[in-house]
């Protein structure tokens, strides 16, 4: 994955996917591709992109998509940009009729599509856009207790970027059989130079200064954790990232969840209320709270890496943003 260099003038983000007002940060395995390819929104891009001072630009000028068990019903953009010019990977075909079985894992699960950004119709060409009013950073939870969204404090989208979490599961990378956290700062680790909490102070100064609101999207389990519960509804995720895009979402009714502090709407338009807590969806909720604090620990544990780093005036900043994470 390539990524370009910080420098003073430009937030110059890991993974992100931007449409022309939101940003979203995240790791493989979490829908970026997907939910970006929405015609109800112009594409920039997919993946690397640059926060300047005029806006957001892409760098790439590509996408690269996952398409196991991909179909013309669920993802028709994607399946309509699979044409010449595309280059598939690790996919099986038939050599004779040279037709695609997308639901075939024998080479790996993780099956791609890398194909040039005008192949999707609503690409905004060039590939600029406006400063983004929305920061949704993506987690694939497979433990199951994030909710569907949640609205973010700016210490809260701070803790939730340098964290980078997200669950590992099968078919994202070579040798992952079960759903493992993982921890990558800024979501692009092994890529930044400076100190995440840097990184984080950046994004916090682009959000404050053109008024973005920072947002928790969870594309994985609901219900229990993976091998138990179902993974959220892509409608349900597409609903809420409308909800988010329009501004309704804004005019939503809050409550706080436990652990994590974190402030999630009570109802979203076509959306079922009761997976909005996820707590309602678990039919067993020892094994829910029990989960909870799992998770919540390892939260923890992972920032015990950055709590020495002071930024801010008399470092705290830092202490902020620690506040921001799991309280039991």
Not at 130 to 138: E, Y
Request: charged letters at 20%; aromatic letters at 10%; proline letters at 4%.
């Amino acid at each position: 994955m390539a990524i370009c260099t910080i420098c003073t003038s430009c937030f110059y983000g890991v993974r992100i996917v931007i449409d022309e007002f939101i940003s979203i940060l995240l790791m493989l395995g979490t829908g970026k591709t997907t939910l970006s390819t929405d015609h109800n929104r112009y594409l920039i891009g997919d993946d690397e992109h640059c926060w300047s001072e005029n806006g957001v630009s892409n760098i790439e000028g590509g996408c690269y998509a996952k398409c196991i068990d991909l179909s013309r019903e669920k993802e028709p953009d994607i399946w309509n940009a699979i044409k010449f010019g595309t280059v598939l990977e690790n996919v099986v075909f038939d050599e004779h009729n040279r037709e695609v079985d997308y639901t075939d894992k024998s080479v790996t699960e993780n099956t791609r599509a890398a194909y040039p950004i005008e192949y999707i119709p609503n690409a905004k060409i060039p590939c600029v856009g406006l400063h983004p009013k929305n920061v949704i950073l993506l987690a694939c939870d497979a433990f199951g207790v994030l909710p569907p969204v949640s609205k973010l404090s700016l210490a809260q989208t701070m803790y939730h970027f340098i964290s980078g979490y997200t669950a590992l599961v099968a078919g994202t990378e070579d040798g992952i059989k079960e759903p493992t956290a993982t921890f990558s700062a800024c979501f692009g680790a092994a890529f930044i130079m400076l100190h995440p909490t840097k990184y984080a102070a950046m994004l916090a100064e682009k959000m404050q200064k053109h008024g973005a609101t920072g947002w928790l999207v969870n594309t994985g389990w609901s219900g229990g954790s993976y091998g138990s519960g179902r993974r959220i509804k892509l409608p349900y995720t597409r609903k809420i990232i409308d909800a988010i895009h329009s501004g309704s979402l804004l005019k939503a009714n809050y409550k706080k969840t436990e652990v994590f502090g974190l402030e999630i709407p009570t109802e979203i338009e076509e959306v079922p209320s009761e997976i909005l807590d996820p707590v309602n969806t678990w039919s067993d909720k020892k094994a829910y709270k029990d989960t909870l604090l799992k998770l919540g620990g390892l939260f923890k544990k992972n920032f015990e890496t950055f709590t020495n780093y002071k930024i801010g005036k008399d470092g705290k900043l830092t202490e902020e943003i620690l506040a921001a994470g799991p309280n039991f």
